[in-house]
């Protein structure tokens, strides 16, 4: 049965409910610095395998960028 998740401010239609993890690695940023928020609350990196995307969910991802 399809979820219905907030991510990055769009309204997107998941499969299933999936870990922070498994959904970062899926869009191919596993590995790279960012920084993730679920339903208002920043995760640690440390969390992302245990912190579970359901539906109703908020997510923001966003990554740092340089310069000056």
Excluded: C, K, Q
């Amino acid at each position: 049965m399809p979820i219905y998740v907030t991510i990055n401010g769009r309204n997107l239609e998941l499969f299933e409910p999936i870990s922070l993890e498994h959904y970062i690695e899926e869009r191919g940023l596993a590995g790279r610095r960012l920084a993730a928020a679920h339903n208002g609350d920043v995760v640690p990196r440390d969390d992302y395998a245990e912190t579970i995307i359901n539906d109703g969910d908020t997510l923001e991802i966003v990554r740092p960028v340089g310069g000056g």
